[in-house]
C-alpha cells in the first residue's frame, strides 16, 4: 500500500501536469496535501479549505483562438460547456458566478463564436429564425382566440343530453372444440 508522502506526489504530480509550477511551488503543495491526507487518515477535518480563485483574469481567460479554464487551468479550447461538465461536473450559470463572469459572456473563444455567426448568416438562419417567430406568435394568438370563444359558448344553455344507452349484454363463451 502506497503512504501518504507517495499519494500525495501523485497527487501534485496530476496537479503539476495541467498547471505550470516552480520547483518551490510544488514542494510547498506536497507539504499541504500530506497534511491534509494527514489530518484526514486521523480523523479529523480539514482546515484552510477556501474556494479557489484563478490567478487570470477573464480577460486572459477568454483568448481570440482559445478559452482557457478558470478551475484547472487547462487552455486550448474552442468552447468550454463540454469540459466543465465532465471535467468539473458544473454547469455554465455556476462558473460564471463562481468566477464573476457576466451572463452575457459567452464561454467559447471569440473566433469560434465569430465563425459561428459567419456561418449561420451564410445559411440564412437569421432570416429562417425570424419567420419561425412570425409564425410561432400567429399560432400563440389564433390559440388564445380559439380558448376564449368556447368560453362564450359556454355561457350559452347547454343542449339536452341523448338517452342512456343499455350497457350490452356480454357473449357467451364459446366451447372449446
Not at 134 to 160: D, G, L, Q, S
Amino acid at each position: 500500500m502506497a503512504t501518504l508522502v507517495e499519494i500525495a506526489a501523485q497527487l501534485v504530480a496530476s496537479h503539476a501536469s495541467s498547471t505550470p509550477m516552480t520547483s518551490d511551488e510544488l514542494l510547498a503543495e506536497i507539504a499541504k496535501v500530506h497534511a491534509a491526507l494527514k489530518n484526514l487518515e486521523a480523523g479529523q477535518g480539514v482546515e484552510g479549505v477556501e474556494e479557489v480563485k484563478s490567478s487570470l483574469s477573464i480577460k486572459e481567460a477568454f483568448k481570440k483562438n482559445e478559452v482557457v479554464c478558470l478551475v484547472c487551468g487547462k487552455g486550448g479550447f474552442k468552447t468550454l460547456a463540454r469540459h466543465l461538465s465532465t471535467a468539473h461536473g458544473m454547469k455554465p450559470g455556476a462558473y460564471k458566478k463562481q468566477f464573476g463572469i457576466p451572463s452575457k459572456q459567452a464561454l467559447s473563444a471569440k473566433s469560434y463564436s465569430e465563425s459561428r455567426r459567419k456561418m449561420a448568416q451564410d445559411r440564412g438562419l437569421a432570416d429562417n429564425l425570424a419567420k419561425a417567430r412570425e409564425v410561432r406568435m400567429a399560432n400563440i394568438e389564433a390559440k388564445k382566440e380559439t380558448v376564449a370563444k368556447p368560453a362564450k359558448a359556454a355561457k350559452a344553455p347547454k343542449a339536452p343530453a341523448k338517452a342512456a344507452k343499455a350497457p350490452k349484454a356480454k357473449a357467451a363463451p364459446k366451447a372449446k372444440k
